[in-house]
């Protein structure tokens, strides 16, 4: 998602990280979780810096498990070749810009692909053309070196944010969707956003012209009536389907032909009361926006979220899903299974294709009475129909409101191996984790 609010913080977060001491603002004993992590946690990235590390995407490469990508804000890349035991840590660099929104995926011959957010003129906000396309950058050999990268989406003056990859496994062709914005946080009227698509039939090095795909448009306000969520998913047959928030609903479209025509009416997957963003306190912004992911063996096709239908104080994760290629879907099943009445926000899901058990990542509360934070597992063996929750953090924290939280975490499964990513934030000191999961 688009970062501009970065700016707002930065100087308050600079005074704070300058005056804060090196004692860690973990919880104290009273406010310790009911349950303890069985899970190694692995720090990823724990240097202290002004912008990040947040907003964290990993894939694991299908073809080698051991093998894995993984980037944060604004430009950092990571490389692991065991599995996620350890990490090497790089920036990445393009002469188009690296500037967030990193997203991490790999091709069925190995490749990794990086997309990002574009600063082609190195200036960041004091440049017009900041925000002018989509990036994608290749790595062949595991993330140690990668292309200078192509683009999908150049537009100007108009601005494209919050895309997401998926890779076709019969063809290898990737999918990209995003939202392109008239004017980025423009109150007029007539400025909108839309959900647009775009491919690549040559390992990212060009993409196809952006299609709009979306049938209501949205504004540019970055909020609830602005259309925003788009993540793809490739189904059985070549599929590609999509789903996204706007007006307090979540949207689907799909396409049967390699993503050459849409569908002229969206249908209304499921709604989300109360909208995509919310307030989580001592969370500067936070969002519901959904994940669509395919069980390829089956054909289910699932849409995941969070919102605040049970109020203010009770955010839950949800999932619904379809059999018939997302012409009708299931009652919204609450995922997380505390009682009513505490936070579970930012999650984020993932699809085993080796056998179909669904895994979701989220941010929960439900073990403490203030804003301490643990990180929570769930998985599913029998088509999201029921779930066990495990707390899957060491560790809990407590996030500052006025530090950049970042907008997602991730998740990728494969063959049992499971990595999930998140940030962890201990006051004003943001850090990357994963925990070693394995299912098998």
Known sequence: MNILKYSLFCIVVLFLQLTACNKKTNNSTSEASNSISKYQNIPIDTTRRLIGPCEPSIYINPLNTNEIVAGSVLNTVYTSKDGGKSWDMKKMKSSLGVFGDPVITADFQGNFYFAHLSDPDGSGWSSDNLLDRIVVQRSEDGGKTWSDGGYAGLNRPKDQDKQWLVVNPENNEIYMTWTEFDLYNSKKEEDKSRILFSKSTDKGDTWSKGVMINEFS????????????????????????????????????????????????????????????FEIPGISRCNGLPITAVDRNSGTIYINWTDQRNGEKDTDVWITKSTDGGDTWSKPKRVNDDPAGKQQFLTWMSIDQTDGTIYTVFYDRRAHEDNATDVYMAYSKDGGETFINEKISAESFKPNAFNFFGDYNNISAHNGIVRPIWTRADGVQLSVWTALIDMK
């Open 218 to 277: 949205g504004d540019c306000l970055d909020g609830d009536n602005t259309t925003e969520g788009a993540v793809p998913a490739v189904g059985a047959n070549g599929e590609i389907y999509v789903a996204w928030s706007y007006n307090n609903k979540i949207y689907f479209d799909k396409s049967l032909d390699g993503g050459t025509t849409w569908m002229k009416k969206d249908i209304i997957a499921a709604t989300q009361p109360g909208g995509w963003t």
